[in-house]
Each structure stands twice: as C-alpha cells, then as structure tokens.
C-alpha cells in the first residue's frame, strides 16, 4: 500500500521493532489521536499569547509546569529536540571556555559545544568490555582543565544513557562533583527520562535536556525538552531586547505543532510507564542471557541496568561467511519471523532494544536469535 | 452548521477508533494472536465504526 509515492509505515502493527532509536518514541494512541487532530502547520497557535511556552489553550503553560515537577527541576521550555535543549543552555552559557563531556556522549552533543563555541575536554570510558564513565574521572577532568587553561570548565555534560552500549552512569555522584567545583551541570537524559524517573534535583543536575521522540511516546516530528534549576531562567530562558515573550535559546517558540501535542498527550501514560521501568531492565537482562547460550556477548555494563544492548555475535558472522544473501542473511532470517529493526548486513556488532515490548515479544525475539543462530 | 459538526465530529470518532485498533496490532505484533479481550475490543471498535459510517450515511442521504 502506498500513500502517493510513499510507502506506508506500518514496521509498529506488523513486525516487532527492536531498532534502540525508536522503541521509546513509539506513539500511545492518545498521541496519535492528538497528531491527527493538530497536524496542520502552527494548530498550536490558534489562541497564541504571544509565546508557545505561555500558551494554555491548549495548556501548554500547564503542562510545562507538570513536566518541571516531573523531572524535579523548576522551569522548562519544548525544544524542537533533545539537541536543541543541549545548544541552548551551551549557548546562553559559552564565553568561548570549555566544557568537560563523557566520552559516551552522542555527536549531537559535540556539535553543539562546537557551534556554541566551546572548547572540548573528554572523559574516556574505560574501556572494554563495558565502557563505562567512572564519575570520579570528571574531577581528574576539570583539574587537567584548570592545568591547561587557567579555568574550570564553563559547563559539565553527562550522558546519563549513552546510545552505544546502553550504559547507566551514576548521575548523582556527577553532579555532587559538578556541584563542588560549581561546575555548572547539564544532563543528556535522550535515553532515559520518559523510561526511568529523573529527579534533577537528587541528582543535583542544573540542567536537563530531554527528546520527547526517543522516550516520552511522542511523534508527528520531533520534540524536546529543556528543564532547569532555579536561578538559571534569566540566562538560559533569556527573552530577546525587543521581545519581552519570546526566550532567545528557543527563537521565541520552538515546535509549533503536532509534536508538542503528542508529547502533552502521551505524558499520562510516561509518568505512569516510568514506574515500571524495573520490568523493562528484567526483559533486557533476560534477552541477553537466552543469547548468551550461544555465540553473542553483550557489551556495555553487566548487568544491564537499560533497554538498548550492544551485541558481539560471532555465531552470525560466522553463518555470514558461507551464506547465499552473505551479511544480509541475519536480516532477513528475522524479517521473515516478523522482526526488524536491525542493520542490514550487520552480523558481528549490532544494537536491540526491548524496550516497551511484552514478555510474550521478547521470549520470541529470543527463541527467534537463537533458533537462527543454531542454538 | 450543526450538520457539518455532526458529520465532523463522526468523522474524528471512527479516525480515532482505528487508532485504538492500531494499538492492539502494535501490541500483539507481529503474529496478532488475539486474547478474548482483545477480540471483544476489536469487535466493539468494528461495531462503533459501523454505527458511525451509518450515522454519516444517514446525514449525506437525507
């Protein structure tokens, strides 16, 4: 079926989708239904104040506030994506110093530092088999910084989940270090808030980005959000000089439409979904020890504490080597099981995600693994 | 008026019901052996559906 020259997307109602960037964004039906309702360009402006963050009918005013609470901040804005609330703060922050960012970090953070012209200092992961970003190592970092440039840093940044290995850092223990060098912290929450719950201020966070179309349930575009700690709105949510309504990080409003909607429609069902997050870590530590019965290790932490896992598989690679379809057979060995999600030809390296997926689902994503790969 | 929010209305009620149908695809993807509840949801969103396409058919005939 094609809608024009489009094919039609149905990868959610007829396969099970294991791709890590889209198991968290995948839409509620309230989510949908308020897509369907606002998807003509700026409905969301059709009783503008003067300003989206303001706005309360529909209650964007509102629903901010609640996020504020949710994430245990006290201000946030939507952004038109987890990047953007990144940019902003490193923006209203930058005087041209340097920020100390994990090694894990997603490139969109780097880029961001770069635009905002930030000089970059990395803590390295330890390498393997787990990766991990010791805490203790952002203390190392911003003294080898004051060494170099006479200053400590200008900003900290933490991915708290990092897109690779699905690894967990202790946020806490990052910020209590942030918070003794006043070090102003930011978290990168894409891969967590909106599966777990986040308390910005436990966790002494002075900032928090989050993507609403990687774990908040939201589509129809992209959407984020950026949540702060009193004392930063006057630098971060700036107005502009001649318009007194409009935050400058945001351009005055960020996302106009659909994608806001969806994220303030699938919001009841995220605060809810968080408190099972414990469920979701059981069916990611389950998948990878049916797996770990034959040729595939997980890499990253262990145990995992996340949905996204980083495989080795050896035993598919191998399989690849006399294989008619070659690379690709994996691909297709799981298409006609009815799974996608992976890589096309990828055999040796790949990520999955369980997340949001039942125990029915991911006992045959397991039986289907390991029934491809001989086991 | 009242005619064309009727039919509007109608129109957004069976939009958002297939929505809801959507979901247990999701759900019980990708074989969708459905439980007794889910088959008696899947009737009930048919059944509302019918009703409304009538109601519509009803509205347009007259």
Redesign the interface.
């Known amino acids: 079926m094609n809608i024009g020259k489009l094919e039609l997307r149905d990868r959610e109602e007829s396969f099970i989708n294991l791709n890590p960037l889209q198991t968290g964004g995948r839409t509620t039906s309230d989510a949908r239904k308020a897509i369907i309702s606002y998807i003509d360009g700026y409905s969301i402006c059709d009783w503008c104040k003067g300003a989206l963050h303001i706005t309360t009918e529909p209650d964007i005013a509102g629903f901010l506030g609640e996020v504020s609470d949710f994430l245990g901040m006290d201000y946030a804005l939507p952004t038109n994506g987890c990047r953007e609330a990144k940019y902003g703060v490193m923006h209203a922050i930058s005087t041209g110093g340097s920020i100390l960012c994990d090694g894990n970090m997603h490139y969109s953070s780097e880029v961001s530092a770069e635009r905002a012209g930030l000089k970059i200092y990395k803590v390295p992961n330890k390498g393997e088999p787990e990766y991990k970003i010791n805490p203790e190592d952002y203390s190392e970092g911003f003294e080898l910084i004051k060494k170099e440039t006479g200053k400590y840093p200008e900003l900290a940044l933490l991915t708290h989940v990092d897109g690779e290995y699905g690894n967990v850092v202790d946020a806490k223990e990052v910020g209590k270090i942030c918070n003794d060098y006043s070090v102003p912290f930011l978290l990168n929450t894409a891969y967590s808030s909106g599966r777990m719950e986040i308390d910005g201020k436990k966790i002494g966070a002075d900032f928090i980005a989050c993507s609403g179309h990687k774990s908040w349930a939201a589509g129809g575009g992209n959407i984020g959000i950026l949540a702060i700690k009193e004392g930063w709105q006057d630098k971060v949510f700036k107005p502009g000089a001649n318009w007194k309504s409009k935050p400058l990080e945001i351009l005055g409003c960020s996302s106009r439409g659909a994608s806001l909607l969806a994220l303030m429609a699938s919001f009841p069902h995220v605060k809810e979904r968080v408190k099972k997050w414990d469920e979701e870590v059981k069916k990611a530590r389950y998948l990878v020890n049916e797996l770990e019965k034959i040729d595939i290790k997980q890499i990253g932490e262990k145990p995992k504490n996340h949905d996204l896992i980083k495989l080795d598989t050896p035993v598919y690679d191998n399989i690849a080597k006399t294989h008619k379809k070659k690379g690709y057979f994996l691909y297709y060995e799981l298409k006609d099981r009815g799974i996608i999600g992976m890589k096309a030809g990828r055999t040796r390296k790949f990520k999955i995600s369980t997340y949001g997926l039942s125990w029915e689902q991911v006992s045959y994503v397991a039986e289907s693994f390991l029934e491809i790969g001989g086991g | 008026m009242n005619f064309m929010k009727n039919v509007v209305e109608i129109t957004?009620d069976m939009?958002?019901l297939i929505?809801?149908m959507?979901?247990i695809?999701?759900?019980t993807?990708?074989?969708h052996k459905l439980n007794e509840e889910e088959k008696k949801q899947i009737l009930t969103i048919i059944d509302s559906i019918k009703k409304n396409c009538d109601l519509i058919s009803d509205r347009v005939s007259k």
């Open positions: 957004f939009a958002f929505e809801d959507r979901e695809w999701r759900r993807a990708p074989f």
